[in-house]
C-alpha cells in the first residue's frame, strides 16, 4: 500500500563507489521528484521529471544521473561517490506543478 | 539565498498550548503548502493555501497567507505529543514551467508533556 517506496532506506558506501537508489510510486502522478536534505535539514531539488521527461536538474553535478524507465519509477545513479554527498535523498510524486507532493521515506547515503 | 525561512528555527511548548510558525518567502506564488516531518520519515502534506486566500482551516490547523508581506503562519492548536516533528512551508513559484516546490529551512516543533 506504500505510495512512494524508495530503496535501500540506508546506504553506507565508500568514497569513489558508484550506487543506485530506486523509487516508485503507485499513485498514477505524472511528475516525480528527487530531493537532497542535508545535515541541517535543509531540502533542495535535484531533479523533476514529468511523464518520463527531465524538466528540472537544479545545478547537481553530473556525477548524478536520474533515470526514469516509466512514469511511475525514477531512479538516481551516483557516480564516484564524495563524503559531501553524503545526505538523505527523498523521491517525491505529484499530480503535477504545485499540486501536493508525497514524500517516500528517504534514503540516508553515508559515504566514508 | 533560500526562498522560504521559518521563523522560529526551534519551538519548545507544553502539551495543550499552541503553536506557531511563519513563513516567509521572496517571490510570486501560485500556492504555498506546509509539510510535517517526523524524525528519520519523509515529509507529509498537511494544508495547500492558494495565492487568492488568505485563511485556511483543516483540524487543529489554520494557516493564513498575506502575499503582501510574502508570509504565511502555521497554528496548530492544542498541541499534543504527537504533533512532535519539523515542519516546513514550500511555495509553488509563479514561473511557468518550474515544475517544484522550494522548501523552507524549517521549524522544529517539540511538544512537552
Known amino acids: 500500500d506504500t505510495a512512494v517506496s524508495q530503496t535501500p532506506k540506508y546506504l553506507v558506501t565508500q568514497m569513489g563507489n558508484d550506487k543506485s537508489i530506486k523509487c516508485e510510486q503507485n499513485?498514477?502522478?505524472?511528475?516525480m521528484y528527487w530531493y537532497k536534505q542535508d545535515s541541517k535539514k535543509f531540502l533542495k531539488i535535484m531533479f523533476s521529471?514529468?511523464?518520463?521527461?527531465?524538466?528540472i536538474n537544479e545545478t547537481v553535478p553530473n556525477r548524478f544521473s536520474p533515470k526514469s524507465p516509466d512514469k511511475a519509477h525514477l531512479n538516481l545513479h551516483i557516480n564516484s561517490l564524495e563524503l559531501g554527498d553524503s545526505a538523505v535523498y527523498f523521491c517525491a510524486s505529484s499530480h503535477g506543478k504545485g499540486r501536493k507532493a508525497f514524500f517516500g521515506q528517504g534514503t540516508r547515503l553515508t559515504v566514508v | 539565498s533560500q526562498q522560504g525561512e521559518e521563523d522560529p528555527q526551534a519551538l519548545s511548548i507544553q502539551e495543550g498550548e499552541n503553536a506557531t510558525m511563519n513563513c516567509s518567502y521572496k517571490?510570486?506564488?501560485?500556492?504555498l503548502q506546509w509539510y510535517r516531518q517526523n524524525s528519520g520519515r519523509g515529509l507529509v502534506h498537511l494544508i495547500l493555501?492558494?495565492?487568492?486566500?488568505r485563511e485556511k482551516h483543516s483540524g487543529r490547523l489554520r494557516v493564513t497567507l498575506d502575499t503582501s508581506k510574502k508570509s504565511s503562519s502555521l497554528l496548530i492548536t492544542a498541541s499534543r505529543a504527537a504533533d512532535t516533528a519539523s515542519y516546513f512551508c514550500?511555495?509553488?513559484?509563479?514561473?511557468?514551467?518550474?515544475?517544484?516546490?522550494?522548501f523552507g529551512t524549517g521549524t522544529r516543533l517539540t511538544i512537552i508533556p
Open positions: 514550500a511555495t509553488d513559484e509563479t514561473d511557468f514551467g518550474n515544475e517544484k516546490l522550494t
Open positions: 521529471y514529468n511523464n518520463k521527461e527531465l524538466i
Open positions: 517571490t510570486s506564488i501560485n500556492n
Open positions: 493555501i492558494r495565492s487568492n486566500e
Open positions: 499513485l498514477g502522478h505524472d511528475t
